[in-house]
C-alpha cells in the first residue's frame, strides 16, 4: 500500500474506509398502518358479531357514528351517537356482515384515518356498498375509533373482490 509520502496514512485509509459505507434508506415502519387496519377490520367483524363489548372498547368515549344515504328529498345526513349506536345492536336478532378491503391508510402520530370500500349484507341478502372512513385517535388504549363516516349506495356496486360472502380478505 502506498502511503502517500506521509506515514501512517495507508492506515489512516483503511480504517476510515469502513465508515464510508453508502447509507442505504430505509422504508418508514408500517407498524401503526397495520394497526390501524387491525383496528378497522375489528370493528367490522365486531359489528357482525353484535359484540357490542368488543365496539364500546374500539369506540372512543365521544365517538360519532356519521352516515349519508339517498333520501326521497336527495342526500340524507345521519348522525348517531356511541351510546345511540351500541344500543341499536343489541337485542335484534339479525344476521348482519360487513367487509371491507383494498383499505387507503393515512397516519400522523396520533391521528389516523382508514378509508375503505366496503359491502353490507343483511340476513344473507346483498344490502348496500359505500366506503367506510374511520378516524382513530392513539391514546392510553391504543387506537381507538373517534368518527365513522360512511354513505349507502344500493345499486351500480361493483362485484366485491373478496368474492361471495363466506371469506373476509383485507
Known amino acids: ?71 326521497s328529498d336527495g342526500p340524507a345526513l345521519g ?7 351500541l344500543e341499536s345492536l343489541g337485542g335484534e336478532d339479525q344476521n348482519l356482515l360487513e367487509r371491507m378491503w383494498s383499505p387507503t391508510v393515512q397516519v400522523q402520530d396520533l391521528v389516523a384515518m382508514v378509508w375503505t370500500p366496503y359491502d353490507f349484507h343483511l340476513n344473507g341478502e346483498f344490502s348496500h356498498c359505500g366506503i367506510d372512513v374511520f378516524t382513530m385517535l392513539k391514546g392510553g388504549k391504543g ?15 361493483p362485484p366485491s373482490p373478496l368474492g361471495p360472502p363466506g371469506r373476509s380478505v383485507i
Open 1 to 71: 500500500m502506498r502511503s502517500f509520502g506521509f506515514p501512517g496514512v495507508g492506515l489512516v485509509i483503511l480504517l476510515i474506509s469502513p465508515l464510508s459505507t453508502p447509507i442505504v434508506a430505509q422504508e418508514p415502519d408500517p407498524g401503526p398502518e397495520r394497526e390501524v387496519v387491525a383496528v378497522a377490520q375489528t370493528f367490522l367483524s365486531a359489528l357482525s358479531a353484535a359484540d357490542t363489548a368488543t365496539l364500546a372498547d374500539l369506540l372512543a368515549p365521544e365517538a360519532m357514528i356519521y352516515s349519508v344515504r339517498e333520501g
Open 79 to 85: 348522525v348517531v351517537t356511541r351510546a345511540a349506536f
Open 143 to 157: 387506537w381507538q375509533v373517534a368518527s365513522i363516516t360512511y354513505n349507502v349506495v344500493r345499486e351500480g356496486c
